[in-house]
C-alpha cells in the first residue's frame, strides 16, 4: 500500500512540494549496530514545543515581520516530563496540547522501553520549528550542531524524527 | 507526513502516514495508534538494510477528509502563505 503524501494538503500548495532540491546534500546512510534492546532512543519533533514555565517561545514576531524566515533555533525537552506549550503557525495546535504524544511520544516510548522494546529513553528529546523558509542554512549552523552535542552528550543511539 | 518528500530530500529511513498535518502520531488518546506509527518507526530505525528505506503504513484517517483538513489548519493563514497569496504565488 502507498500512501498519498498530498492528501491533507492544500491543493494549490502542491507543486511547491512536489519536486523539491535537496540542497547540495549527499545521501548519508549509518547502519544501525545495536538491538534496540539494548538502545538509548531519543525522539524530535518539528511542533515548536517548548517548556511553558522554563523556556523561551520560538521567535515568531520576526517570522510575521519576516515571512521567509524560521526560527533555526531548538528547544531540549525533559523525558520525564513539564507542561509544554507551542510556537508554531502552520498548524492549529489543539490536538497536540490535548495530547502531546500526537507529535511528541514521548509516554509511549517510556512504555517501551518499561517493556523491554528498547533499553531506555535519553533524558531529553528535541524540538524545532520545522519551518525554515528559505534556507536552511541556520538549522546547519545552529541547530544541527547542538543538537548533535546534545545526543552525544545523552549517549543517544538512535533518534526518531518527527515532522509535522 | 509526506514521506514523498521526505525520501526525495535524502532522509535515510521514511515512515508514511496518511494523517493530517499536526498527527504524525495519529489521534490524540489513541494509544495504539501511537503505538503502531513509533513501533514502525522503531523497527525501522534497527531493521533497515540501505539508504532510502521506506515503510508506509495502511491506516485510514478516521475523520472525513474534509474535516480534518479544515481541523489542521493554523486559526489565520501562516506568514508565508499570506505572502504568497500577496504574490499570487500560488494557483499557477
Known sequence: MIIDSFRFLPRSFRPIYENPEPDGTDPIWAPFEKRLSESRIALLTSSGMFLEDSQASFDLDRERAEPTWGDPTFRAIPSDGGAINLAHLHISHDDILADPNIALPSDRLSELSETGVIGEVAPRHVSVMGYQGASLEGWREIAAPGIIDLLHEDEVDGLILAPV | ?92
Open chain 2, 1 to 92: 507526513m509526506m514521506p514523498d518528500l521526505t525520501t526525495k530530500l535524502f532522509a535515510p529511513r521514511a515512515v508514511g502516514v496518511e494523517f493530517p498535518f499536526g498527527h504524525p502520531f495519529g489521534i490524540p488518546h489513541d494509544s495504539a495508534m501511537q503505538n503502531r506509527v513509533l513501533g514502525e518507526a522503531l523497527h525501522l530505525l534497527a531493521g533497515a538494510d540501505r539508504f532510502g528505506t521506506r515503510v508506509d503504513i495502511d491506516l485510514e484517517w478516521p475523520i472525513p477528509r474534509k474535516d480534518a483538513y479544515q481541523a489542521w489548519q493554523p486559526p489565520e493563514p501562516s506568514p508565508i502563505t499570506q505572502w504568497w497569496i500577496e504574490r499570487n504565488l500560488l494557483n499557477r
